[in-house]
């Protein structure tokens, strides 16, 4: 059949025509396949119990797993400070995945620059190859500061970074008070908020050691961490300016990562001034909204500044009581009536809601911090957390998971699963089915083939636009949270009565 | 009144001296001998190429991982790939390259799961080679479908020394299936390109000699025929290879093998029997075709499957490889989509002539799309390869035009100056490139992954090529960009 020009067919029609249907059934007589009845066979086994443990026997082999490397955090953090370029030290081609990754999800530009080590520097060092880049990117690129970490082939040599650029100083590659912060970032070990947290402390420490304390100047330092919903860094910017409260985002990579479009390509668009983070140790107090991937960031911060560090989690309406009466307390402000009445908005919205939530059977997964505000938000809303997998996780954030999930009625059904991958999700999902699924954008592969509805929550997210401009904090998180929750179950409960005159008696137009 | 040529010629001349004032020195002597005005009649394009990139001037290749894992090897459907070293790698090539099959993923195919042996600290310090014999064997339990294993390793693995070739052949015995190790650290070498090279080398060593062995056996199950070949170099990225394939068959040859996309174990242990390999993407496969040609006597050509000038001339010049049969069914097969090229070009020509084309990609598109582009009467102005060898660049200059900017491993730097300096209508590269310059309101296609769509080659292709780029051009989007109170 030729290609109709009124309709010209992609590959989601064409390959459905007969010809190319012939011709697939055609290549399989080439490919050696397993008889269909194998094949279905074994495809049925993989879902069983027998199958789910032998799955969880694994030691060795991680399959599909939620997590990504160091540097990847590493670059994210510095992205969101003034004028900053991202620098990483070693295999160039680790920073052209990094970039595809991030933009991938973003949909916006993300420049960072590799020293492109190869076999030479394998033997020697990658000494002259970490001067020559930074002279090169400093030349081209203009930064006002440049944020070194390393991928693992640096880290197995041996590299010395801070011994590095000095010799690069002494050199004149750069000029010798150009702010230089580094962080080693080695993938073998943690995962990318691990890398978030080493280079955004190396940030912090480079940019306060000529400042230090010199009083408070009655600002509230924020760590996103590794907080991939931009909307999220302007709701706390919003949140702060209600509260008439002088905010200091460590670090916000707002505008670099939802930039708008004017026609001009600007490379370090936003960002925390250098100068307004230099001043951090003089802060009233530091919060983190996410305290597994900013631990190391915290102690230094707590050390050096001798200013409380509080963490919070503003997911949901009690995760966002919580963090505003945190505030409030603090800072002897009152919580705004602005406030009162968003929330008042949310709380009716989830009355509203409820009764499709309520009872539901949910399977999440994402990082340790990512995964307690979700929990706490299920829970509130009377659904049931059944599998929680966090492939990064730490023995801390199992213990706070479980003391949450204890707490409530909701959460009696519930398993932590840390350091499990996606493919043990999958067996989990087989044998104790659920309603619903939350994760990223690789939860659809678990949808397709246990057909539970998937709410793509998480990083990275490719296959569906612009959910990173939505916040997920603050009671006008709350509502986008729980507009993505019911909308998706009340899209499935339509796909589940579709079929006429089975089962299309309950296609309710009124829900 | 338009500029004469010779003119614009020296225009550009004068934009790539200025672009390349930037950078200090040495930087700035390495860089000028990766970037050329074309001048007709030359046979090479005047690049050095398949060179070091230079330290933080932000290159956009990848690594030999990424050649081996993510092009040549990922995509062989029914074998695990595994990226052996940290977890990084793995997951971010993890469904990337839209490398199309047909098979119950997880069941009896596997291209788009992530499989990795996740090093931990004790694993570059103590070695890792048995926590990859032990993890071969979970492998092969939990997925007894699977007819073998690569192990596809990444930095990590060549500099603490393990010794995978000796684990995987230990493993072959121990599974019963065939285990390739693939040195492609992502150290070695200067971009993908080694990596390709590399686990063609592997196909050599470690596919090929199971393929002599069980076809002296008898034991291929496979009658050859007199119009058998395999289709080489296409990554089936939103179905190309299906597109492309349909030609060949309709022409009345047999495609035996589709190597990588879509592709086999048992595709690629058949492909040393058949009459003529046919390879689309030379950069990542002529290894292969080589060692076929010099140990089989399998001869190879490479062929054009973009737009229908080239796709005629490319079947034509198959089938003088074969006798007047193929032939005559040839000109039928050109015939019967001429119709339908015709009216692509009738509708979608007027939309987008003149338009000018910047192009940045891999392996043979940064020649073998300029005469789709040609057809819709879009001029390409300057073109250039991530990875290319120096062969690349000599076979361009059949595709290119006087005075077309040549640049080789092109930085962000120059890319963003060459664009704003020349300003084309239509940029063509990939996704990290991509919204540097929609940014600049310049209308952008990915060219690695058909920006989701696909396919483009054959002639079904063109026409999804041709409309995609229409809708790039001609959205209206871009007339938003300029807030109307801004002059």
Known sequence: MPQDIQGIKDHARLFQDPEYQALLQCKQTFEDRPPLEEVARVAEWTKSWEYREKNFQREALTINPAKACQPLGAIFAAAGFEGTLPFVHGSQGCVAYFRTHLTRHFKEPFSAVSTSMTEDAAVFGGLKNLIEGLENAYTLYKPKMIAVCTTCMAEVIGDDLGAFITTARNEGAIPRDFPVPYAHTPSFVGSHITGYDNMLKAILSTLTEPVGRTGSNGHINVIPGFDTYMGNLREIKRIFGLFGIPLTLLADNSDYLDSPNDGTFRMYPGGTPLEVAAQCLNAEATFSFQRYTTPKTLEFLAEASGRPTLTARPVGIRGTDEFLMQLSRLTGRPIPPELEIERGRAVDAFTDSQAWIHGKRVALYGDPDLAMGLLSLLLELGAEPVHVVVTNSNEEFETEARALLASSPYGQGATVWGGKDLWHLRSLMFTEPVDLLIGNSYGKYLWRDTGTPLVRIGYPIFDRHHLHRYPTYGYVGALNLLNWLVNTLLDEADRRSITPSKTDFSFDLIR | ?487
């Open chain 2, 1 to 487: 009144m338009t500029t004469p040529k010779s003119a614009l010629k020296e225009e550009t001349r004068k934009v790539v001296a200025e672009v390349l004032e930037t950078y200090p020195e040495k930087a700035r002597q390495k860089r000028a001998k990766h970037l050329n005005v074309y001048d007709e009649g030359k046979t090479d394009c005047g690049v050095k190429s398949n060179i070091k990139s230079i330290p933080g001037v932000m290159t956009t290749r990848g690594c030999a991982y990424a050649g081996s894992k993510g092009v040549v090897w990922g995509p062989v459907k029914d074998m695990i790939h595994l990226s052996h070293g940290p977890v990084g790698c793995g997951y971010y090539s993890w469904s990337g390259r839209r490398n199309y099959y047909v098979g119950t993923t997880g069941v009896d195919t596997f291209v788009t799961m992530q499989f990795t042996s996740d090093f931990q600290e004790r694993d570059v310090v103590f070695g890792g080679d048995k926590k990859l014999a032990k993890l071969l064997v979970e492998a092969s339990e939990l997925f007894p479908l699977a007819k073998g294993i690569t192990i596809q390793s990444e930095c990590p693995i060549g500099l603490i020394g393990d010794d995978i070739e000796a684990v995987a052949k230990k493993a072959t015995k121990e599974i019963g299936k065939a285990v390739v190790p693939v040195r492609c650290e992502g150290f070695r070498g200067v971009s993908q390109s080694l990596g390709h090279h590399i686990a063609n080398d592997t196909v050599r060593d470690w596919v090929l000699p199971i393929a002599d062995k069980r076809a002296k056996e008898g034991s291929l199950n496979f009658e050859p025929g007199p119009y058998d070949v395999a289709l080489i170099g296409d990554y089936n990225i939103g179905g190309d290879a299906w597109s492309s394939r349909i030609l060949l068959e309709e022409m009345g040859l047999r495609v035996v093998t589709q190597f990588s996309g879509d592709g086999t174990w048992n595709e690629m242990l058949l492909a040393p029997r058949v009459k003529l390999n046919l390879i689309h993407c030379y950069r990542s496969m002529n290894y292969i075709c080589r060692h076929m040609e010099e140990a089989y006597g399998i001869p190879w050509l490479e062929f054009n499957f973009f737009g229908p000038t080239q796709i005629a001339k490319s079947l034509r010049a198959i089938a003088q490889r074969f006798d007047e049969t193929i032939q005559a069914k040839a000109e039928q097969v050109i015939a019967k989509y001429q119709p339908q090229s015709e009216a692509v070009i009738a509708k979608y020509r007027p939309r987008l002539e003149g338009k000018r084309v910047m192009l940045m990609v891999g392996g043979l598109r940064p020649r073998h799309v300029i005469p789709a582009f040609r057809e819709l009467g879009m001029e390409v102005i300057a073109t250039g390869y991530e990875f290319g060898h120096g062969d690349d660049y000599k076979r361009t200059t059949q595709y290119i035009d006087d005075g077309t900017l040549i640049y080789d491993d092109v930085s962000g730097y120059e890319f963003e100056e060459f664009a704003k300096r020349l300003k084309p209508d239509l940029i063509a590269s990939g996704i990290k490139e991509k919204y540097v310059f929609q940014k600049m309101a310049l209308p952008f296609r990915q060219m690695h992954s058909w920006d989701y769509s696909g396919p483009y080659h054959g002639y079904d292709g063109f026409a999804v090529f041709a409309r995609d780029m229409d809708l790039a051009l001609n959205s209206p989007t871009w007339t938003l960009v300029k807030a109307p109170w801004k002059s």
